[in-house]
């Protein structure tokens, strides 16, 4: 009976034992698992529009249903082959999802790109052919300023818009003055994946280059990581309709925005999506192609420039933000009388890690500083205010909200 007794101790005890090792070892697995997920690229793809909002009206279909089948094409592709990237859809089905909804879904995800497929469409009989993609700014040309607005036009379906969208009326032209008072800490970012898109709608889509542009538009201004808006071609026209709801024009489309997102994914990294910067190519979409002479920051400053450990201007000793503009960013210095600045001055730069960024002009009055950037758009599209105090840069909103008490 003792020897039994002792038998039956030591099964409970082995057990016991065995059944502690499995619990922990599965938390340990858990741990695991969970880290695995937060270590993956997220990516949230946007289907616009959807349900009681068609978004635009062609002569046989309708705006929603080619974003979804060119965003569910796209996402498929990642899913595919792409296993260390997760993958989040706004809608994979007919429904109406509100724009601020859309930019929850990324920011809740903690998403490392925003991707908003749309397709263009023009008023009665005007013929347009071709993709473009946007980035969040302020319109330059007013058929851009009529893209926002017939996107952003979705709220007004949307039960308590003015109130959710603090009286934004996506119909007035003043309404869109806020996005000249905003600054996209991403935009770099937003900037080089819009352009590869763009590459590979003109490579492997085969389509016209519509080009990169800025817009206010209200699912980007929300979203609280790099984000672009995809413009895949216009409703309105007949055989542009005909291609994005033919296969081969979904596989087309599809293909080329997954091209540019592995090429995009490649470049950045969870944890590195706010340090990490495009070469100047990426940064700058007319940039001319030349040799760079590698100098020493001494040499630099006998090019016209400042060493990197510049001393602070007047503005800057008086603790005043200074505002300038980025042209571009790359890992090797370049003269400051470099044709590739277009024969602006002053140029300097200041260096962030391996990146050298190159800025033109200085000024305290903001409102200068988005006329200069204005007044460098045509060559450097993705060119964007940057602010410096005491010498050091700054959050761009809180140098703005600084200059705007002053005023």
């Given at each position: 009976?003792?020897?039994?007794?002792?038998?039956?101790?030591?099964?409970?005890?082995?057990?016991?034992?065995?059944?502690?090792?499995?619990?922990?070892?599965?938390?340990?697995?858990?741990?695991?698992?969970?880290?695995?997920?937060?270590?993956?690229?997220?990516?949230?793809?946007?289907?616009?529009?959807?349900?009681?909002?068609?978004?635009?009206?062609?002569?046989?279909?309708?705006?929603?249903?080619?974003?979804?089948?060119?965003?569910?094409?796209?996402?498929?592709?990642?899913?595919?082959?792409?296993?260390?990237?997760?993958?989040?859809?706004?809608?994979?089905?007919?429904?109406?999802?509100?724009?601020?909804?859309?930019?929850?879904?990324?920011?809740?995800?903690?998403?490392?790109?925003?991707?908003?497929?749309?397709?263009?469409?023009?008023?009665?009989?005007?013929?347009?052919?071709?993709?473009?993609?946007?980035?969040?700014?302020?319109?330059?040309?007013?058929?851009?300023?009529?893209?926002?607005?017939?996107?952003?036009?979705?709220?007004?379906?949307?039960?308590?818009?003015?109130?959710?969208?603090?009286?934004?009326?996506?119909?007035?032209?003043?309404?869109?003055?806020?996005?000249?008072?905003?600054?996209?800490?991403?935009?770099?970012?937003?900037?080089?994946?819009?352009?590869?898109?763009?590459?590979?709608?003109?490579?492997?889509?085969?389509?016209?280059?519509?080009?990169?542009?800025?817009?206010?538009?209200?699912?980007?201004?929300?979203?609280?990581?790099?984000?672009?808006?995809?413009?895949?071609?216009?409703?309105?026209?007949?055989?542009?309709?005909?291609?994005?709801?033919?296969?081969?024009?979904?596989?087309?489309?599809?293909?080329?925005?997954?091209?540019?997102?592995?090429?995009?994914?490649?470049?950045?990294?969870?944890?590195?999506?706010?340090?990490?910067?495009?070469?100047?190519?990426?940064?700058?979409?007319?940039?001319?192609?030349?040799?760079?002479?590698?100098?020493?920051?001494?040499?630099?400053?006998?090019?016209?420039?400042?060493?990197?450990?510049?001393?602070?201007?007047?503005?800057?000793?008086?603790?005043?933000?200074?505002?300038?503009?980025?042209?571009?960013?790359?890992?090797?210095?370049?003269?400051?009388?470099?044709?590739?600045?277009?024969?602006?001055?002053?140029?300097?730069?200041?260096?962030?890690?391996?990146?050298?960024?190159?800025?033109?002009?200085?000024?305290?009055?903001?409102?200068?500083?988005?006329?200069?950037?204005?007044?460098?758009?045509?060559?450097?599209?993705?060119?964007?205010?940057?602010?410096?105090?005491?010498?050091q840069k700054m959050p761009l909103n809180e140098a703005i909200?600084?200059?705007?008490?002053?005023?």
């Open positions: 009976m003792k020897m039994e007794g002792n038998k039956t101790i030591k099964r409970i005890f082995t057990l016991t034992l065995t059944l502690i090792t499995c619990l922990v070892w599965g938390e340990v697995a858990q741990a695991m698992t969970t880290q695995a997920t937060n270590n993956k690229f997220t990516l949230v793809i946007d289907a616009g529009h959807g349900g009681r909002d068609p978004g635009a009206i062609g002569r046989f279909s309708r705006e929603k249903s080619i974003n979804l089948s060119v965003a569910k094409a796209f996402g498929k592709l990642v899913e595919q082959h792409c296993p260390d990237v997760k993958v989040i859809y706004t809608r994979k089905t007919d429904v109406f999802v509100p724009l601020g909804r859309r930019a929850e879904i990324a920011n809740n995800a903690h998403a490392d790109l925003f991707v908003s497929i749309h397709t263009n469409s023009l008023p009665g009989k005007a013929i347009g052919r071709g993709a473009e993609t946007y980035t969040l700014g302020m319109a330059r040309a007013d058929e851009n300023l009529e893209v926002a607005k017939r996107e952003n036009s979705v709220i007004l379906v949307e039960e308590n818009y003015q109130q959710r969208y603090q009286g934004f009326d996506p119909k007035s032209s003043e309404s869109y003055i806020i996005f000249e008072l905003m600054q996209d800490q991403y935009m770099a970012q937003s900037v080089e994946f819009a352009q590869m898109v763009q590459k590979e709608f003109r490579t492997t889509g085969g389509r016209k280059d519509k080009g990169v542009h800025q817009a206010g538009f209200l699912v980007l201004r929300e979203t609280g990581m790099p984000s672009v808006l995809i413009e895949l071609g216009y409703i309105s026209t007949h055989d542009e309709e005909a291609f994005l709801n033919s296969q081969n024009g979904i596989r087309k489309m599809s293909q080329s925005i997954y091209n540019a997102f592995v090429n995009y994914k490649r470049q950045h990294t969870k944890g590195q999506r706010a340090e990490a910067q495009p070469d100047e190519t990426a940064a700058t979409e007319n940039a001319a192609e030349s040799d760079i002479t590698l100098l020493t920051a001494e040499k630099q400053a006998e090019e016209g420039g400042h060493p990197v450990s510049a001393p602070a201007s007047d503005a800057q000793e008086e603790n005043r933000p200074v505002f300038k503009v980025q042209l571009i960013a790359t890992t090797r210095q370049i003269p400051t009388g470099s044709t590739r600045f277009k024969g602006l001055s002053p140029i300097d730069f200041y260096k962030e890690g391996s990146y050298y960024k190159y800025t033109y002009g200085e000024t305290t009055d903001y409102r200068e500083a988005v006329r200069m950037r204005e007044r460098v758009r045509d060559d450097f599209e993705g060119a964007f205010i940057v602010a410096f105090k005491a010498g909200s600084e200059f705007k008490k002053k005023q």
